[in-house]
């Protein structure tokens, strides 16, 4: 193995891009199109204003390595005069050199230290989330897929000439470490350690690599849905393929955690700035705190700091099953991927921009008030302990009907330890609806019975008991007011679907009901089947609008007819045939079992029985004189008073 130093250097960030580097170098053999033999090939990121035009590389002598997809670009290798000429063209948006990168690092002696590393007041408390659900990606030199402490999910390799995405240098498996190694009685104990972990290797052996291979390494993470990326490397020139690919990611839903990078500088100047990825706006960048929660000169400083983590003396897992300790804002990046992780896991239904602005507002605040260049918003703190306390149930619900049939609700608000996000709509027991705010709700529904139900959901998930109202949402007409004391009887039958208006839309409750129609109003109540069909009698016909139900009412025996054989549908109906029928059709549940005397209804009167009980519960009363007046015609308003009246008192 090479002297640790020899192949790192001094301390400093992980992976570093210099501009300066030599570029990769190609060869070429002459062409009738192309005078220059044997010439130096530069890398190059071209973009396009659309789709990539492979044959201009092509015909230019380029050579294409890779698609960049995500931002319509091609990773090719030219000559500077091809290049030139490439960059006239009106299809061409942007071209730049494919920079590389370099990696340098200090390693610290590990003999000192125990196989836990310091756990500041950042980390997680036993119990708390695990990162359980969460797929996090790591964009470094590979991971050590052997080791006892780690378990890798799957990978891939965009290092040229290699399809292993195993670790070569140490680098990704310290950082994999730091996030998720495993609470198994073995080494450490990453803070997120049920993430499932994916190795993107996009560094070689000695920490190099390229523009291209990082964007491919997001593009790939963000096809696989990866919720995190981690990134610890950095580059000291901004790319606009590179700042393309973090934003077009970052829409997408990837969280983009990029080291702020290291500086060597003992005093903070314009070199000190936080390098490339992180400083992008949609890329998360991260500084390094020392145990003392102390700027240590090496970490990236600038106003594009975002949070800041443990990065100094961090000991965690590295290759052939070792463990070393390390210093950087490598290692203070994948504590921020890994505690946005727990709140990945703790906030699922929060989207990219809220969950980040959350994680924001309950750092810890270092430094100056307020975001500084030094520590950012502070230093990352892990979620709180998990919420499972539900809502308090919403109070006071009530209903309104406006326009007949368009229903409101109203409710006071719940209550809970955690923010309330929202309210559930459930109708008739299914959700309808799920408010993000709003203590009320409307809807346009058809006339019936419904029974509305309404929960309350916190910050972090938990959804109160329902609080339930029976609602009825009836059709208006227009000769029904609602002051007349018959219009509730007529509403609740029509939400019942029992009645409906008449041709024109009007009710016409002064109207006398007939024997068809009345039977058909107790069918409808009854939910018998009211298919139209041919009927035992001979004066309904299956062209006869209530036969259905004048069919299912006589086979039920709960009507019948006249000694003649016929039914008579279209005669009016008598105030003792309604209620005879509607007793064979109901059982009252409050039988008083006390008569009540009518001078006009004998105990020879074939509904006498029927009379006694529906007037002993009010269903159907006698007039001031002392009459029922059982021979009287019944009109459509009276109907549906008794049919109502009824339907409430049965069983």
Not at 422 to 432: A, M, P, Q, S
Not at 520 to 532: C, E, N, V
Not at 585 to 590: D, I, P, R, V, W
Request: net charge neutral; hydrophobic share 35%; charged share 20%.
């Amino acid at each position: 193995m090479l002297n640790f130093q020899a192949k790192f250097g001094v301390v400093l960030l992980s992976a570093t891009l210099f501009t300066t580097s030599v570029p990769l170098q190609y060869t070429y053999a002459a062409s009738p199109d192309h005078q220059e033999t044997h010439s130096t090939l530069q890398s190059y990121i071209i973009g396009f204003h659309s789709q990539p035009d492979e044959s201009l590389i092509q015909e230019l002598g380029g050579i294409i390595h890779t698609s960049l997809h995500s931002i319509q670009a091609l990773s090719v290798s030219m000559t500077t005069a091809s290049a030139q000429k490439l960059s006239l063209h009106p299809s061409i948006k942007f071209m730049e050199q494919d920079k590389e990168m370099k990696m340098e690092e200090q390693r610290i002696d590990s003999t000192i230290y125990t196989l836990n590393y310091p756990k500041p007041e950042v980390l997680q408390q036993e119990g708390y989330y695990t990162g359980n659900g969460v797929k996090v990606g790591i964009l470094d030199t590979g991971i050590d897929t052997t080791h006892e402490d780690l378990q890798v999910a799957g990978g891939i390799s965009f290092v040229p000439n290699t399809t292993s995405y195993n670790d070569d240098n140490g680098h990704g498996t310290h950082v994999a470490g730091i996030i998720a190694a495993q609470d198994n009685q073995v080494g450490i104990k990453g803070l997120a350690p049920d993430v499932q972990l994916y190795s993107i290797k996009v560094l070689d052996d000695n920490g190099l690599g390229q523009y291209s291979q990082i964007i491919k390494g997001i593009e790939w993470a963000t096809q696989q849905g990866f919720d995190i990326a981690n990134l610890s490397l950095t580059g000291k020139e901004s790319s606009t393929a590179l700042r393309l690919a973090v934003d077009e990611a970052y829409k997408k839903g990837l969280y983009i955690i990029a080291a702020s990078g290291n500086h060597l500088d003992s005093t903070f100047n314009e070199n000190q700035s936080v390098y490339y990825p992180a400083r992008y706006e949609s890329v998360i960048a991260v500084g390094a705190v020392d145990k003392n929660n102390k700027h240590p000169k090496f970490s990236g400083s600038g106003p594009e700091l975002e949070v800041v983590a443990p990065g100094v003396d961090i000991y965690s897992s590295f290759m052939n099953n070792t463990y070393e300790t390390h210093t950087g804002t490598s290692m203070a990046t994948p504590y921020v991927t890994a505690i946005y992780a727990l709140y990945k896991e703790a906030y699922p239904n929060k989207t990219t921009a809220e969950l980040r602005k959350m994680i924001q507002n309950r750092a810890k605040d270092l430094g100056v008030a307020g975001r500084d260049v030094n520590f950012g918003f502070g230093l990352i703190q892990a979620p709180d302990m998990p919420d499972k306390i539900p809502p308090t149930t919403p109070q006071n619900i009530s209903y309104k009907i406006a326009g007949g049939s368009k229903i409101h609700l109203t409710w006071t608000a719940s209550k809970d330890r955690s923010p309330i996000t929202g309210y559930n709509i459930y109708r008739n027991g299914k959700k309808v609806k799920s408010l993000v705010y709003g203590l009320q709700y409307s809807e346009t529904v058809k006339p019936g019975f419904y029974k509305y139900e309404v929960s309350a959901v916190d910050e972090a998930g938990n959804e109160s008991n329902k609080s339930g109202i029976d609602t009825k949402v009836y059709q208006l007409f227009s000769d029904v007011r609602a002051s007349q004391w018959f219009s509730k009887y007529v509403y609740d039958l029509n939400a019942r679907h029992a009645v409906g208006g008449l041709p024109d839309g009007k009710f016409h409750p002064g109207k006398q009901i007939t024997r068809g129609e009345a039977v058909s109003m107790i069918g409808r109540a009854l939910k018998l089947d009211g298919t139209p069909r041919n009927t035992s009698f001979p004066d309904v016909t299956k062209s006869y609008f209530a036969s259905g139900y004048v069919a299912s009412m006589t086979e039920q025996k709960l009507a019948s007819g006249f000694q003649d054989g016929t039914f008579k549908p279209t005669q009016t109906i008598s105030r003792g045939e309604v209620i005879a029928l509607l007793d064979r059709a109901f059982t009252l549940k409050n039988q008083t079992g006390k008569t009540k005397s009518f001078k006009d209804v004998t105990k020879s009167f074939y509904a006498y029985d029927a009379i006694q009980r529906f007037a002993s519960v009010s269903i159907a009363n006698g007039y001031t004189d002392g009459a029922f007046k059982p021979n009287n015609p019944v009109t459509r308003a009276e109907m549906a008073v008794f049919l109502s009246r009824t339907i409430e008192e049965s069983n």
